[in-house]
Every structure is written in C-alpha cells, then in structure tokens.
C-alpha cells in the first residue's frame, strides 16, 4: 500500500522557519513528481512546490519563490519543504503528492497520491 507521511508542520511567529518532510513508502518514486500543496481554510487547494525525481528540476508557486525550498532524498524516499520568513498568509494545511506526469502536479490537483495534510500556522 502507498501511504504519504508528512511531519513538521506546527505554530510560529511571522518571519519565523518551519521545515516539513514527506515520507514515500510502499513503492519506489523514482519516476514520480513530488510535490507541496496547501490549502488554507475556505480556500481552494494551491500548488506550492515540486521537484522531479530522478533530475531534481524544482518548481515553485510566486509567492513562495525565495523563501521556501523543496529538497528530496532518493535513498531515503524523502522529500522536504524548508520554510523560511514565513508570513500569516502562508498559513494553511500543507499535504504531499506524487504523479508520475509532472504537468499533473504543477497544474491540477489530480495528483495519483496524497498524504493526510500537517498544519502551518504563523501567527502575526
């Protein structure tokens, strides 16, 4: 069975970090897409990262371009968000995906896999 982990997620001040990880199991990822949702409450989902498998090609939403990075560790079927100067707008429920079709992740929300969601919450 696939299953999607993700940890991290918690309380901070605005400007604050927050690192969240995304642990793959069940199959190997290696041709997968990995990316960073969030939803935020009465908000529709909204891509926030994603990095390519076997290459590590990274994509990031506008609004998180310079403050957040998306990592991954093959060895470990791990993928990472490190969230830094975080502002009250980024808070949300971030969830992991995994596609094997790049575009899938980068332009819908139709990802084959989906983790269960950690809270981000940064308080002003």
């Known amino acids: 069975q696939v299953q999607l982990v993700e940890s991290g997620g918690g309380l901070v001040q605005a400007g604050g970090s927050l690192r969240l990880s995304c642990a793959a199991s069940g199959r190997t990822f290696s041709s997968y897409t990995m990316g960073w949702f969030r939803q935020a409450p009465g908000k529709e989902r909204e891509f926030v990262a994603a990095i390519t498998w076997n290459d590590g090609i990274t994509y990031y939403t506008d609004s998180v371009k310079g403050r957040f990075t998306i990592s991954r560790d093959n060895a470990k079927n791990t993928v990472a968000l490190q969230m830094n100067s975080l502002k009250p707008e980024d808070t949300a429920v971030y969830y992991c995906?995994?596609?094997?079709?790049?575009?899938?992740?980068?332009?819908?929300?139709?990802?084959?896999?989906w983790g269960q969601g950690t809270q981000v919450t940064v308080s002003s």
């Open positions: 995906a995994a596609d094997r079709n790049t575009i899938v992740v980068l332009t819908t929300t139709r990802a084959v896999y």
